[in-house]
């Protein structure tokens, strides 16, 4: 009867035991990203990108799990914006001369806020495979523009320079020493509202369940109710398509 009883013992501190490990196990390849058969009810990103409006980006998005293959998304983007006319060229009559851009009314710098909606096309089978999705956004835009000033000097023989503000219908060319500071004209900064469309492809490649590694590409287009002041002589635009590639790093969790 003690061996039976001693038996039995045995047995049940051996099935804790190994129920515990097999709970540390569970908990440790959750915690590692190891389990594909777990839903992650939140996912949060950031990113940066290249995009034909010849520049940079920066972004960032939260989701939620709506289903097993969807997701609604927030966005939030950054991004400089250049006209493709823009021709840099140097003062060639004047002593050291640097860079500008002749033409050029305004520099702009977007700002998006977004919401939409990201779906799986092919869900992952295992670690070494890709996820492929789809996603659309609709949101707002707003567009930051600060008028471009120049260095100019005050006759093609005088040295002393002033800082004005580039007027396509002063012809100050040959007197144009170079483009001014940045700052200055921060304070004659104009918004522009307007809205986007988006449509994206992306590819995520982590070899961790509750993380993010993606490859993007899409498509999306600004428009404004007003057309913005961006090259003199030029007649002033509304719609702004773009393509873009970005590189996408993240987390999900419960």
Known sequence: MLKSLLSSLFIFFI????L??????NETRLKNGEDLNVLYRNEASGAIYAHTAIGFGLAYRRGWQVNVTRKRMFELELQNFKNPKEIKTVNSAGQGARGYFYGKLNSFFIFRPGIGFQNILYQRSD???VEIRYSYFI???I???KPVYLEVRNSQTDQNTTIERYDPNVDNQYNIVGKAPFQNGLDHTTIYPGGYAK???SFDYSNRYNG???IEVGALVDIYPVGLPMMADNKYEQVFPQLY???VFGKKWF
């Open 15 to 18: 099935s804790v035991y190994a």
């Open 20 to 25: 515990s490990q097999n709970a540390k196990d």
């Open 127 to 129: 670690k070494k495979s």
């Open 139 to 141: 949101g707002a835009t």
């Open 143 to 145: 567009n930051f523009a």
């Open 199 to 201: 449509f994206a492809l």
């Open 212 to 214: 993010v590694k993606a």
């Open 245 to 247: 590639v970005k590189y």
